[in-house]
């Protein structure tokens, strides 16, 4: 029905005949003229009816916004003065010569402009619509070369592409499971899998070796502005490779996807530990275009008459750091309070700060609500080690490390955002070293990554000796401060796999419960095997600069877990639910209104 | 940790250095040698290891079947003697210098021979053993290679891959869905979709013009061997495009597939409309290996004094058809017997059958039951129609049209199989022009592809008219007598869609419930559309040779929907259930033993 997209048409095709078929972007009649803007999923081309073909003119006159029309007409090159530079097709017109109208439109119940003030909810229970507006539209298919840039490289790199069960037992990430009542076996249900890391583990002892999967993961979670209920890893496990050569590997992907589909060299990821992530940036997931960093001062502080930073300062668990903002003197009052506001949810309990106003005047040229509690030596030294300058804005974070750690990294954060501090467009990295486990709140240890990551160059014996000085032979790839996927080498024996689950406090009943197959399954000669998942939505968003990750979806659901334009979920045929062997409890105030 | 994969090792290899690792698919000590049969996902290879390396040779005793090994060593020209045409690698052998034991075996609970005999429960329960066995390591490594090729043609012609939701609203497919309880919205369920058809739908709308999705779908079916739960789709829907062309594009990606993975031409598809599909084969998914053909008799026996016969040739609705089997006149009554009570299971009453022992011998040179009833004029011009030769059996299906095409039908691929008649490996053909709509049991309509297939060539107006008239604009693949893929042109107007909501009598008010989203859709300007849908566990299955679908899926279900590998279904923890606003059923017996 097309000889060609509308956005395809250039200059070349001066004086051709072509036929197109879209839908109407925009239709002007311009003294006795229409210009017809047609819009297919490829871009914009304008087409010029004058009345010396008085029957199409005629259609042409009647057409509205999102009629589905198909044309024929000559390109012809625009005058100069009519160019059009922010259009791909600008330099060209096409001369109408049939119109047929495909189907009509009803007036729309949504706003089709780029800069639409239709309601997140509006835009989905209208999705159809919604994806036909082109930033919209170019981001859907941005996604899909996205996926078909990554398959191409995994084919050619001898991964295999292998489906895993999405009706399948509860899986052990630690979010909320979705589950699915089985018919057959009342009472009992499937999972949605939160990952398929139990199934790529298995596929590794089937002897696979290269595995990977884009597919769609579940978690019942509360939702956030980032979060969906189903979302799309890009799911690699690898045997026989160290976790150096799983992260050359991907790190190799992902250059190659930044390569071909926006022109930029990601250049070699550093890595960078755990420890030393969180020491100068406060956070696992650092975004290396913000210069600023934390500065340890606890030992110039050691000996300060204020609790507040001495007790911290000689705290083994304590820290002291600060952040020096440059320019960051001209904050008011009340914006600093708002830093401080920010700061507490985060957990620090305040926020002292101080203003640098004149560097060369001494303790005359500093402005500080502690500088009180502070001698002229210290100062000195504090702005010394902070290599502070005059106008420049030092804050202060003393408390429990891990505390110090939240808050200062959100500081960062937001002063790098609010200065305007951020350097450079893509700034990759590699977070290594991560420890096994860490503390909960009950004293017990979580693991960090997984229950299936293995230490680094331990033994079983060891690791249960002292398990939170392990460090976990995991990986995480960060960009511009988010969390691109993260992986690491799994456990492939028996005995470690069961002395992490002892020290997770999983009882051994429980384990077998759980993953008695995985422990049986490490009985028959597991190969070494390492991992690795990439979250594609964040990818996609990042690459297209959404700012949400609904925008890279097609259909999403909304923040309560609901699709507007299907009224998804709904109510079940009772006798559904007999077969499946459930009920639904009335609430409370259900029972009352049928009493 | 290695050099290449076992399978890659070949004579130009002679005389360097290789390192493998794999799995001890067998080793023998043969007369103070040791043979290694190393195997990895690529192949075999076999490992030499001689007495002169004291203690790499008693590692070698060592090993037992499914250690996962690394070895070192020097490939080595097999003597002539000794070249095994049967293995990939049979003209070499590695001399073994080194070897390591990655991981051990414990004794495994599977025999893991070509020609196995575990049950299909042991083999799912350790299916991650099972899947280590070369047949079936084959199969799956061949999936991933269909679904790259699939992929490549597609993203090579302009398609979209595109991800519809898991968690969405119950599919208008007509099988049982499978129900996902919602958290937020309590008493509510979300389905999982039996086919993406919907959103492909919608993704026309939004103007995205090619889609396809290698997807799951869901079908809580009472299984049969060839059905699972989840199953794979390759989905495709397209814009602007007709009947003819979505056929020779998905042709031609069929066609390429064959090619590339089997090397095997299809050729050119031929096309036959459902019509003549049942008049000569008695099936919509005709195998056309099979040389036989259902010959239609009525018209010879309207005057026969034999009601059996006379009726069906003298209704409307009725059918007389005839087999005639090379070679048939040789199968025993007890055969014929056989024959007749599986035309039974297909709703004949009985099969009446004439062997033609010898043929120039007249009326005494034929042997059948029904010979009485008809005269030798008649016997003659049976014979003649049926072009029947001495030896041959002449099988008679008469009864309603449908019932004799089914029985017949069914006689045709079972005489197939017995006599040994089938020609050629592959023959496709599309099949066309079926009737829009199939009456029901209860004297209503049914709609034969599902409700939003397009007519051909008709209004709605013609359409509520005469609907038992209408031929929609659908189309399968069929390839060896199954059924690779189907779709249709779709109805892209909602008076259509209405009418036909309406014809399959679907109250306003519950179209407007299940699809007032699609009928909404349809207002703003959807252009017309057409796709297709392809089963790809069923085309890797035919690919493959494999016997059941279980046999290219790497983790499938049992026939009663469980996994024997992960225990799923399984309880759920009861404040979950809390959480989901449901409860569990509890069966009479059960509360009998808790009373």
């Given at each position: 029905?097309?000889?060609?997209?509308?956005?395809?048409?250039?200059?070349?095709?001066?004086?051709?005949?072509?036929?197109?078929?879209?839908?109407v972007n925009r239709s002007r009649d311009l003294g006795g003229v229409v210009f017809l803007d047609l819009r297919d999923r490829e871009g914009i081309i304008q087409v010029v009816y004058d009345p010396d073909l008085p029957e199409v003119f005629d259609v042409a006159s009647s057409l509205r916004s999102e009629f589905c029309v198909q044309i024929k007409g000559v390109v012809s090159a625009r005058p100069d003065s009519q160019i059009n530079d922010k259009m791909r097709t600008g330099e060209i017109e096409i001369l109408g010569k049939e119109l047929t109208i495909l189907n009509s439109s009803a007036p729309l119940p949504i706003n089709m402009d780029k800069n639409q003030h239709n309601t997140e909810e509006q835009r989905?229970?209208?999705?159809?619509?919604?994806?036909?507006?082109?930033?919209?539209?170019?981001?859907?298919?941005?996604?899909?070369?996205?996926?078909?840039?990554?398959?191409?490289?995994?084919?050619?790199?001898?991964?295999?592409?292998?489906?895993?069960?999405?009706?399948?037992?509860?899986?052990?990430?630690?979010?909320?499971?979705?589950?699915?009542?089985?018919?057959?076996?009342?009472?009992?249900?499937?999972?949605?899998?939160?990952?398929?890391?139990?199934?790529?583990?298995?596929?590794?002892?089937?002897?696979?070796?290269?595995?990977?999967?884009?597919?769609?993961?579940?978690?019942?979670?509360?939702?956030?502005?980032?979060?969906?209920?189903?979302?799309?890893?890009?799911?690699?496990?690898?045997?026989?490779?160290?976790?150096?050569?799983?992260?050359?590997?991907?790190?190799?992907?992902?250059?190659?996807?930044?390569?071909?589909?926006?022109?930029?060299?990601?250049?070699?990821?550093?890595?960078?530990?755990?420890?030393?992530?969180?020491?100068?940036?406060?956070?696992?997931?650092?975004?290396?275009?913000?210069?600023?960093?934390?500065?340890?001062?606890?030992?110039?502080?050691?000996?300060?008459?204020?609790?507040?930073?001495?007790?911290?300062?000689?705290?083994?668990?304590?820290?002291?750091?600060?952040?020096?903002?440059?320019?960051?003197?001209?904050?008011?009052?009340?914006?600093?309070?708002?830093?401080?506001?920010?700061?507490?949810?985060?957990?620090?309990?305040?926020?002292?700060?101080?203003?640098?106003?004149?560097?060369?005047?001494?303790?005359?040229?500093?402005?500080?609500?502690?500088?009180?509690?502070?001698?002229?030596?210290?100062?000195?030294?504090?702005?010394?080690?902070?290599?502070?300058?005059?106008?420049?804005?030092?804050?202060?974070?003393?408390?429990?490390?891990?505390?110090?750690?939240?808050?200062?990294?959100?500081?960062?954060?937001?002063?790098?955002?609010?200065?305007?501090?951020?350097?450079?467009?893509?700034?990759?990295?590699?977070?290594?070293?991560?420890?096994?486990?860490?503390?909960?709140?009950?004293?017990?240890?979580?693991?960090?990554?997984?229950?299936?990551?293995?230490?680094?160059?331990?033994?079983?014996?060891?690791?249960?000796?002292?398990?939170?000085?392990?460090?976990?032979?995991?990986?995480?790839?960060?960009?511009?401060?988010?969390?691109?996927?993260?992986?690491?080498?799994?456990?492939?024996?028996?005995?470690?796999?069961?002395?992490?689950?002892?020290?997770?406090?999983?009882?051994?009943?429980?384990?077998?419960?759980?993953?008695?197959?995985?422990?049986?399954?490490?009985?028959?000669?597991?190969?070494?095997?390492?991992?690795?998942?990439?979250?594609?939505?964040?990818?996609?968003?990042?690459?297209?600069?959404?700012?949400?990750?609904?925008?890279?979806?097609?259909?999403?659901?909304?923040?309560?877990?609901?699709?507007?334009?299907?009224?998804?979920?709904?109510?079940?045929?009772?006798?559904?639910?007999?077969?499946?062997?459930?009920?639904?409890?009335?609430?409370?105030?259900?029972?009352?209104?049928?009493?």
């Amino acid at each position: 029905m097309r000889s060609q997209y509308c956005g395809d048409v250039n200059k070349s095709h001066v004086g051709q005949e072509v036929t197109l078929v879209g839908w109407v972007n925009r239709s002007r009649d311009l003294g006795g003229v229409v210009f017809l803007d047609l819009r297919d999923r490829e871009g914009i081309i304008q087409v010029v009816y004058d009345p010396d073909l008085p029957e199409v003119f005629d259609v042409a006159s009647s057409l509205r916004s999102e009629f589905c029309v198909q044309i024929k007409g000559v390109v012809s090159a625009r005058p100069d003065s009519q160019i059009n530079d922010k259009m791909r097709t600008g330099e060209i017109e096409i001369l109408g010569k049939e119109l047929t109208i495909l189907n009509s439109s009803a007036p729309l119940p949504i706003n089709m402009d780029k800069n639409q003030h239709n309601t997140e909810e509006q835009r989905l229970k209208y999705r159809y619509l919604d994806l036909r507006r082109p930033e919209m539209a170019e981001r859907i298919i941005f996604r899909a070369k996205v996926t078909s840039v990554v398959r191409r490289f995994l084919d050619g790199n001898g991964f295999l592409d292998i489906e895993t069960p999405i009706l399948t037992k509860a899986t052990p990430e630690g979010a909320r499971d979705y589950l699915v009542p089985s018919r057959t076996y009342k009472g009992q249900f499937f999972a949605l899998p939160q990952s398929p890391q139990l199934f790529k583990q298995l596929l590794m002892m089937s002897g696979f070796d290269r595995y990977y999967q884009i597919v769609k993961c579940f978690r019942d979670e509360d939702l956030r502005a980032d979060r969906q209920p189903e979302f799309t890893q890009i799911d690699i496990e690898t045997s026989f490779m160290s976790s150096a050569q799983v992260m050359d590997k991907t790190e190799e992907m992902m250059r190659s996807l930044f390569k071909e589909l926006l022109d930029v060299d990601l250049g070699e990821f550093p890595k960078m530990t755990f420890a030393e992530a969180m020491r100068r940036f406060g956070s696992d997931k650092p975004d290396l275009r913000n210069p600023l960093e934390l500065i340890d001062v606890a030992d110039l502080l050691t000996d300060v008459d204020f609790k507040v930073f001495q007790g911290p300062a000689t705290d083994p668990e304590g820290r002291v750091a600060v952040l020096c903002i440059p320019g960051g003197a001209k904050l008011s009052r009340k914006q600093l309070d708002q830093y401080a506001k920010y700061a507490t949810i985060y957990g620090a309990k305040g926020l002292a700060w101080m203003k640098v106003n004149e560097l060369d005047k001494g303790l005359e040229g500093i402005q500080s609500p502690v500088l009180k509690f502070l001698n002229e030596d210290v100062v000195k030294a504090l702005l010394e080690r902070t290599k502070a300058k005059s106008g420049d804005l030092i804050l202060f974070g003393a408390d429990k490390a891990n505390i110090v750690a939240e808050a200062m990294g959100a500081l960062r954060i937001k002063a790098g955002e609010d200065f305007d501090l951020l350097k450079g467009d893509w700034k990759p990295l590699w977070v290594v070293d991560f420890p096994m486990f860490e503390p909960t709140s009950d004293g017990g240890l979580h693991a960090m990554h997984h229950p299936f990551t293995a230490p680094s160059g331990m033994t079983p014996e060891q690791l249960e000796a002292d398990p939170t000085a392990a460090i976990s032979d995991a990986y995480d790839m960060v960009l511009n401060g988010c969390e691109l996927g993260g992986g690491s080498v799994r456990i492939h024996n028996s005995e470690m796999q069961t002395a992490v689950f002892r020290i997770l406090g999983i009882e051994e009943e429980e384990a077998n419960e759980k993953f008695g197959f995985l422990l049986e399954a490490l009985r028959y000669g597991t190969p070494p095997h390492a991992g690795l998942a990439f979250g594609l939505d964040r990818i996609v968003m990042l690459m297209t600069g959404a700012s949400s990750i609904r925008d890279v979806m097609a259909f999403p659901k909304t923040t309560t877990a609901a699709c507007p334009l299907t009224n998804a979920p709904g109510f079940a045929n009772p006798e559904q639910l007999v077969e499946l062997g459930i009920s639904v409890i009335e609430s409370e105030e259900e029972k009352e209104v049928s009493e």
